[in-house]
Nanobody, 120 residues
């Protein structure tokens, strides 16, 4: 009923930029928080950035380099990643907190992930 699809990953050299997009579709009544998480090999999934309304939150490791934004009309969240480092290499996952009807509870939906690889 709800699909969350990421795009925009790829291979980039250190210092380069990438822009990730994530679109939620299907039976959506209201979106709340939208965010990005990442998981590097052998590590736990970690928060990168979230946006709730106009309020943003960033992991310390990406502050000043990454910018999260959203287009509510398109149910889409973006992550602009600048000054990329090899340690940013990971699978990036989109997370959307939404409700499908007025009486439903909010719940999380995850995308399938998109690979970001930063070469040194």
């Amino acid at each position: 009923q709800v699909q969350v699809v990421e795009s925009g990953g790829g291979l980039v050299q250190a210092g380069g930029s990438l822009r990730l997009s994530c679109a939620a579709s299907g039976h959506i009544f209201r979106l709340n928080t939208m965010g990005w998480y990442r998981q590097a090999p052998g590590k736990q999934r970690e928060l990168v950035a979230t946006i709730t309304g106009g309020v943003t939150n960033y992991a310390d490791s990406v502050k000043g380099r990454f910018t999260i934004s959203r287009d509510n009309a398109k149910n889409t969240v973006y992550l602009q990643m600048n000054s990329l480092r090899p340690e940013d290499t990971a699978v990036y996952y989109c997370n959307v907190d939404l409700k499908t009807t007025a009486w439903a509870s909010y719940r999380d939906y995850w995308g399938q992930g998109t690979q970001v690889t930063v070469s040194s």
